[in-house]
């Protein structure tokens, strides 16, 4: 081996030492579980216990807010999440997935990413309540590469089927917010999904003619030990996405009886992605990928 390959070789020796030792010592503390080694295998990124994640995803759903409800009087924030979705919009699977804000108005849905680096939207996309034609949730699974990942009750999430209209709209970041259109009745639709072994599109929807329904894939964040310090109590990732189909169909139909009668079509519980359908969209590359990101770190 080279001269640069011992350097290359003894940094990133030296970095997974430390980590390893930071890990354990913290462990030891009491600052975190044992499941911190879980959920690096399941991510291959560390974190910082002495960082808050949720004082982050607090001040993003914060600024969210402000620039994203342009007539704060005409419109009421209902409720606001920071959930996982895929790296394209109007897919179920396109990696990475990446973590964004999710603002529930009572007029409209709005899924914000961010500039996490600068804490600035990069761009986010709004969905008028009335174009929804119907709201999934349950088993999300993602990938199979780890145990966790395959776990059912940790991977749950809910998908929005809409059909884009003039209030749907998506703005992209440059140095200011610009709009991007949202295909409308018969037009062609900008993002496929992706191609290859790393990205597919699975949505089942239904089509009329003439309409080209869209979708926003939303997956719960799995708790981890920061989440479970700041809300012991917090719901179980199962019971956090029906809680939230719960919110946009009554934020869509309101309190009314016949409102509720139509909630109820609306909203279905079965699986986006189930393991079986996970294991056999897992391509080659991807476990290949894994496997070498593991031998760097093993």
Known sequence: MNDFGLTISRYYSNMVNDFFSQAVIDMLLGNVSWKVFEDFESTMKTTDPGISVQSGREAAIETCTKIVIQEPDKEDLI?????????????????????????????????????????????????????????????????????????????????????????????????????YHVPEEGERQGVDGGTGVLSWMAASVTRQPGVQDRVMAL??????????????????????????????????????QFGEQRGKEIVEHSDIISVAEAKK??????????????????
């Open 79 to 179: 409720h606001a999440w920071t959930m996982l979705v895929p790296n394209q919009e109007n897919t179920l699977r396109t990696l990475p997935f990446e973590e964004a804000v999710v603002l529930l108005t009572d007029t409209a849905l709005y899924c914000c990413r961010m500039d996490w680096g600068t804490e600035k939207i990069a761009r986010y996309e709004k969905i008028d309540l009335r174009s929804v034609k119907n709201i999934k949730w349950g088993v999300y699974v993602t990938s199979t590469l780890t145990e966790r990942q395959m776990t059912e009750d940790v991977n749950q999430g809910l998908v929005i089927r809409y059909t884009p209209g003039k209030g749907d709209v998506v703005r992209v970041n440059t140095r200011s917010l610009g709009n």
């Open 219 to 256: 997956k719960v964040v799995p708790p981890d030990d920061d989440d479970l310090r700041v809300s012991p109590n917090a719901g179980k990732p199962g019971q956090i996405a029906e809680s939230i189909a719960d919110e946009v169909r009554r934020a869509i139909v309101g309190g009314t």
């Open 281 to 298: 969209r897992t391509g080659y590359i991807e476990q290949v990928s894994h496997s070498l990101k593991r031998l760097v770190w093993a």
